[in-house]
């Protein structure tokens, strides 16, 4: 169980990166020109198809295969003590892997297919374009409603478990009921859970590098 719980500890930090990463690129660096005609906006993504291509599958799909390896980790951990807090949270773990791998296939080959289409009908490609956004966002882009359930049960399992830190937990608890909040539809709350969950992975990947629990 101790490789399994670095390889989670490990995981985390990874996952903290990729969060802080995302932030970092769309905040800085990617310039989409949202006031332009289509025409406009397709040249751009055509131009840029390949870092976004990149940058997609790092947040979505890496990031997917990685809390795999974490909520595996986290229900070992959590499983002696509070075993059906573990297994309910583990589910919503798993769900939330797939919903996550599958917003940035969606959202690539989404992209391919749209820049493929606006050659010869720019138009109908940004509705297309459109709708994918919206998938994707609804998987997991924007909704993090599963990712939240999956903290706060954890949190509430490694509470009354005495698993992880107290005071861990308590964020953790903060970051799975902002999670929740995103069903509202206001972007303050997915950055929030955004922000709150790199610090929750990067104190969670420490932890579990450092615990001597077996």
Same mark, same amino acid.
């Given at each position: 169980?101790?490789?399994?719980?670095?390889?989670?500890?490990?995981?985390?930090?990874?996952?903290?990166?990729?969060?802080?990463?995302?932030?970092?690129?769309?905040?800085?660096?990617?310039?989409?020109?949202?006031?332009?005609?289509?025409?406009?906006?397709?040249?751009?993504?055509?131009?840029?198809?390949?870092?976004?291509?990149?940058?997609?599958?790092?947040?979505?799909?890496?990031?997917?295969?990685?809390?795999?390896?974490?909520?595996?980790? *986290?229900?070992?951990?959590?499983? =002696?003590?509070?075993?059906?807090?573990?297994?309910? /949270?583990? &589910? !919503?773990?798993?769900?939330?892997?797939?919903?996550?791998?599958?917003?940035?296939?969606v959202s690539n080959i989404g992209l391919a297919v749209a820049l493929e289409l606006s050659v010869q009908q720019p138009e109908q490609a940004m509705a297309l374009w459109r709708t994918i956004n919206a998938v994707v966002e609804g998987l997991g882009g924007g909704n993090e409603i599963v990712g939240g359930l999956w903290v706060l049960l954890l949190s509430i399992a490694a509470l009354k478990?005495?698993?992880?830190?107290?005071?861990?937990?308590? *964020?953790?608890?903060?970051?799975? =009921?902002?999670?929740?909040?995103?069903?509202?539809? /206001?972007? &303050? !709350?997915?950055?929030?859970?955004?922000?709150?969950?790199?610090?929750?992975?990067?104190?969670?990947?420490?932890?579990?590098?450092?615990?001597?629990?077996?």
């Open positions: 169980m101790n490789n399994l719980q670095k390889a989670g500890g490990v995981t985390a930090l990874f996952q903290a990166a990729i969060y802080l990463s995302a932030f970092v690129f769309f905040g800085a660096f990617w310039n989409f020109p949202a006031d332009a005609d289509a025409v406009q906006k397709f040249a751009f993504l055509a131009e840029n198809q390949g870092i976004l291509s990149i940058v997609t599958f790092t947040i979505y799909v890496l990031f997917g295969i990685l809390l795999a390896v974490l909520v595996l980790a *986290l229900h070992e951990r959590l499983k =002696v003590n509070t075993p059906i807090l573990s297994q309910m /949270a583990a &589910i !919503f773990g798993v769900v939330w892997v797939g919903l996550v791998i599958a917003s940035g296939m478990g005495k698993a992880l830190p107290t005071t861990l937990n308590y *964020l953790g608890l903060f970051v799975g =009921v902002v999670g929740i909040l995103t069903i509202y539809p /206001a972007d &303050i !709350f997915t950055e929030i859970f955004g922000i709150s969950q790199i610090v929750w992975f990067s104190w969670l990947g420490v932890v579990l590098l450092t615990s001597r629990k077996s």
